[in-house]
């Protein structure tokens, strides 16, 4: 794909022709229920599009199915689908895509990945047979009392979204910028217990490239994966995509954990148990996954 071809998926174009495609982390904000809309064939995926917003020129379905989230000492593998589903806008003033949040339903689906080892960090040990491993780690660990789940999420609006489509598709520089914090479940811990802020997020910079790190952690490399152009170039789908971010710090240790009450207790033994705030170079984070991305105006003319 040349650049003259990459520049027509980079932004909105008067013929309101496809902008772009990227894999994008499973991470935005809720927005309440609006109009209903039943768009069919190709285009059922988008029925959550912002379509009522007068802004919205193109609908974005993206799925994070598979890789992992580092942050200090934990890696949480993940294992659930994750769904991040909106609108996008040309801001004709800088020529950036400005995400908008989904109609009807969560912008972010709130999908919950399994802490290995919960709160203690414990596991069954390899030496056991499988099934014994497996049948400790769920039912005495992830399902026990010690067991934690934990849901990433926009620290900010979902307008705080930065996409540059040209860098994904080229694999090259920051494709997709995302403030987030970590929000950790678990009954001794509250439902208050996060690790970063809105104030202080941990801000990725996801890249279909290679990155470059500060040590300890060394360079891996993402891809923008395979893309299929469907409905007369109305739908672009991209499969197989990877976006990476090993450079991040985690600036804010945890807060909120264990209520109002105790968390001047608790907060500082989840710092301990995660090892956050945590300095850039031994965070990382791999997002796999699929995304379908439409021209708004295809969407509503098939409903």
Known sequence: MTRNHAGRFAGIRKRMLIAGVAVIAPLAMASPAMAEHHPKGNYAPFKFCPLS??????????????????????????????????????????????????EGAETLSKTEETVPGGLLGIKAPTWWPKILQELFNEYVINKGLTGVTEITELAKPASAIK????????????????????????????????????????????????????LPNKPIKGSAGSLEILEEGNLVRLSGGSLVDNSFAAEEGASGCGGFLFSWAVDPLVNEILGVPSKAGTNTAILDGNLQEAVASAVKASE
């Open 163 to 214: 996409l540059n489509t040209t860098n994904l598709i080229f694999e090259e520089g920051v494709a997709l910028q995302l403030p987030v914090k970590v929000k950790l479940n678990n009954t001794f811990l509250g439902s208050e217990c996060y690790v970063g802020s809105s104030s202080k997020p941990i801000t990725l910079n996801l890249t279909t490239g290679t990155t470059s790190p500060p």
């Open 53 to 102: 917003n007068k802004l919205t020129e193109l609908c974005t379905v993206a799925n994070t199915k598979s890789g992992e989230f580092t942050v200090g000492k934990k890696t949480v593998p993940i294992t659930n689908t994750i769904t991040l589903q909106g609108g996008l806008h040309e801001n004709e003033k800088t020529g950036e895509l400005e995400f908008i949040a989904a």
